[in-house]
């Protein structure tokens, strides 16, 4: 069970917007940057944001990040097929000794 | 371009030593302010950070695993590695190697190996 909890799964049309939540406490998502992560299936986890909102060199402009309070978001806009993949919220908790801790992801369906 | 590589024993036994390792290129693994990680996804689960390594002598570990987890850098070959002591078919994950950046607001990996399977089983 993890401290970050993102919704199993969503779906979408092509074309259409998606947000995936990413919910934590004041611990963490409240006082830390978060970041974003895509899994293509059979692929290793790739950054899609770092630092709330930033996106690494390549990641196209319609994936978006976004944090209020103590829960973040993760936005993406136009989807295509190739957008279905699994998604992980990650970030850290001064409550606990890991360096780094995940959500337990969300399975995007492009419908 | 920063790349990585995992590569170790498929299967191990359990209660034996699970040892992988991960090559870098493309960047010199003694670089300041790098952080390596270990991080493993059981078939069908989550992601788990196992630990990290940093200035390739200090440590971090999950505290679900500390004490079964050691990593560690080799300078000369440009790798890092993980060693995982009595394992059990709970440990069965994709393993994956990744570079850190780390400082004392933001945590994120932004380089992944492709990920190696390891089965434990007898």
């Known amino acids: 069970q993890s401290v970050l909890t993102q919704p199993p799964s969503v779906s979408a049309a092509p074309g259409q917007k998606v947000t995936i939540s990413c919910s934590g406490s004041?611990?963490?998502?409240?006082?830390?940057?978060v970041s974003w992560y895509q899994q293509l299936p059979g692929t290793a986890p790739k950054l899609l944001i770092y630092?709330?909102?930033k996106r690494p060199s390549g990641i196209p402009d319609r994936f978006s990040g976004s944090k209020s309070g103590t829960s973040a978001t993760l936005a993406i806009t136009g989807l295509q097929t190739g957008d279905e993949a699994d998604y992980y919220c990650?970030?850290?908790?001064?409550?606990?000794?890991?360096?780094?801790?995940f959500g337990g992801g969300t399975k995007l369906t492009v419908l | 371009q920063l790349q990585l590589q995992e590569s170790g024993p498929g299967l191990a036994k359990p209660s034996e030593t699970l040892s992988l390792t991960c090559s870098v290129s493309?960047?010199?693994?003694?670089?300041?302010?790098?952080?390596w990680a270990w991080i493993r996804q059981p078939p069908g689960k989550g992601l788990e950070w196992i630990g990290s390594?940093?200035?390739?002598?200090?440590?971090y570990y999950s505290p679900s695993l500390q004490s079964r987890v050691t990593i560690s850098v080799d300078t000369s070959t440009n790798q890092f590695s993980l060693k995982v002591t009595s394992v059990t078919a709970a440990d069965t994950a994709v393993y994956y190697c990744?570079?850190?950046?780390?400082?004392?607001?933001?945590?994120?990996?932004?380089?992944w190996g492709p990920g190696t399977l390891v089965t434990v089983s007898s």
């Open positions: 990744a570079k850190a950046s780390i400082t004392g607001t933001t945590r994120y990996f932004d380089s």
């Open positions: 493309g960047g010199s693994i003694s670089t300041t302010n790098f952080y």
């Open positions: 390594i940093y200035d390739t002598e200090t440590t």
């Open positions: 004041s611990s963490n998502i409240g006082t830390k940057y």
């Open positions: 630092d709330n909102y």
């Open positions: 990650g970030t850290w908790d001064s409550s606990l000794r890991a360096l780094v801790i």
